[in-house]
């Protein structure tokens, strides 16, 4: 594989403040597939990029990028003694010298291991994270298909492992009748004051304030001196208001009082008109803006820890989702230095 943005080796560990870590592991795929190549084709595409950020005015790569060798795993599943250890250990090491790291899946079940040494990372300290959590579907599933380590069950094998954790989820528009009963069962532990609160907030797309505005506005749903937090009553399962938009993700962000955020970014995020390399493309998902303007503010409020992005299934002659990834990879690491 091919270093990120083919940027020249570095030996001295102490000039290295991101560290890629590849990891092409697709073991529990159902539909579409290809992700095993997804980490190889952001790391051809990112040879590509302009390195200057004009947003931000910077170029990160002068911060110090290297990317390591890959982290190959084989099945993982309900007999694996402790799941994604492999990776785990490589994302320890770079925060033990300091490093970001940026792990490019993959499928999603992969980011396990990755945000359980951020988890660990932070707790020692005595802090508690939160994840940011880009996402088509909820995964928030138990088991799939026998195995809990499948890629449907990342978010709540992230969960169960990492007992303190809070999640907020963006772009969901894809959740099972399972999941929904487990949120409510959820919601019922912080209204019989069991849980203090809801430990996981959704933001599911078809809520976001400006894909709908022209319908329920000629429909009396909006009024004109309320924003899109204000509404009569909230719509989906896990939601703190009907409408939202890059504000109230950061609100919520805030509302759990964490200043360190772990980003993990599933490529199907996206609507799949721009990013249709998936192995289960959703309509009606996230624009680059949107996604890029969330993960910039988080930036200037908190500490980013580490980050994955996965689930690209690489497709012949169709590089843009290639690109579109690469770069989203590159915004994340200059959101990190900020």
């Known amino acids: 594989m091919k270093n ?167 772009g969901i528009r894809n959740i099972s009748k399972g999941e929904c009963d487990w949120l409510k069962s959820m919601e019922k532990q912080v209204n019989d004051h069991i849980l203090e609160e809801m430990p996981i907030t959704i933001f599911y797309a078809r809520d976001e304030y400006h894909k709908t505005f022209g319908y329920r506005s000629a429909n009396k749903e909006f009024k004109d001196d309320l924003g899109a937090q204000i509404s009569s009553k909230k719509l989906s399962l896990a939601a703190n208001h009907k409408y939202w938009n890059s504000k109230d993700v950061l609100d919520t962000l805030k509302g759990y009082h964490n200043n360190d955020v772990y980003i993990t970014f599933d490529l199907d995020g996206f609507d799949s008109g721009i990013m249709p390399s998936t192995g289960t493309p959703e309509p009606g998902g996230l624009d680059w803006y949107t996604a890029t303007n969330i993960i910039r503010e988080t930036s200037h409020s908190f500490n980013i820890v580490g980050a994955d992005v996965v689930e690209l299934a690489p497709r012949q002659h169709n590089h843009a989702p290639d690109f579109l990834a690469a770069k989203l990879c590159y915004k994340i690491i200059a959101a990190a230095n900020l």
Do not use: M
């Open 4 to 170: 990120f943005g083919g940027f020249n080796e570095i030996n001295d560990e102490k000039k290295i403040s991101t560290l890629i870590i590849p990891c092409p592991y697709e073991e529990t795929t159902t539909y579409g597939q290809g992700t095993a190549n997804g980490p190889e084709a952001i790391l051809e595409a990112s040879q590509e990029l302009e390195f200057w950020d004009d947003e931000l005015e910077l170029d990160p790569s002068e911060l110090g990028i290297k990317t390591r060798e890959p982290v190959k795993l084989a099945l993982q599943d309900a007999n694996t003694e402790k799941p994604f250890a492999e990776l785990e250990q490589a994302c320890t090491k770079a925060y033990e010298a300091g490093q970001f790291p940026l792990v490019l899946g993959g499928e999603h079940s992969l980011s396990l291991g990755a945000v359980r040494a951020a988890y660990n990372k932070v707790r020692a300290e005595g802090r508690d994270l939160t994840l940011l959590h880009f996402d088509a579907h909820a995964d928030l599933r138990s088991e799939y298909e026998g195995n809990p380590y499948n890629h449907a069950c990342a978010i709540y094998s992230i969960f169960k492992a990492c007992p303190r954790i809070k999640i907020v989820s963006v």
